[in-house]
């Protein structure tokens, strides 16, 4: 059992930024690859980044070189560093961590809107 929790969405501006964090329960947070995704009514569920235990990452096409993804063991943290945001960045946010086995958990998700 493994719980995540995310904060940091809100409304913002075009262009604007924000930074999610997501807090895991796990005594192993270290050993977990994480990732954040989101998702729009109507739409798929996309990949937004990810980041391994290894500190390996891979971004979606369309946020490259505006996001960043990255991670505090110590603090069971994982934050979404999100700059020059776009509406079309607008999504229910949520963050996904999996363990060496291949379990996973997700967290509750927090909205993200970016309009003017």
């Known amino acids: 059992q493994v719980q995540l929790v995310e904060s940091g969405g809100g409304l913002v501006q075009p262009g604007g930024s924000l930074r999610l964090s997501c807090v895991a329960s796990?005594?192993?947070?270290?050993?977990?690859?994480m990732a954040w995704f989101r998702h729009v009514p109507g739409n798929q569920r996309e990949l937004v980044a990810a980041i391994t235990r290894d500190y390996s990452t891979n971004y979606a096409d369309s946020v490259k070189g505006r996001f960043t993804i990255s991670r505090d063991n110590a603090k069971n943290t994982v934050y979404l560093q999100m700059n020059s945001l776009k509406p079309e960045d607008t999504a229910f946010y949520y963050c996904?961590?999996?363990?060496?086995?291949?379990?996973?958990?997700w967290g509750q998700g927090t909205q993200v809107t970016v309009s003017s």
């Open positions: 996904n961590g999996r363990g060496s086995t291949g379990d996973g958990w």
């Open positions: 796990t005594s192993i947070f270290r050993l977990f690859d």
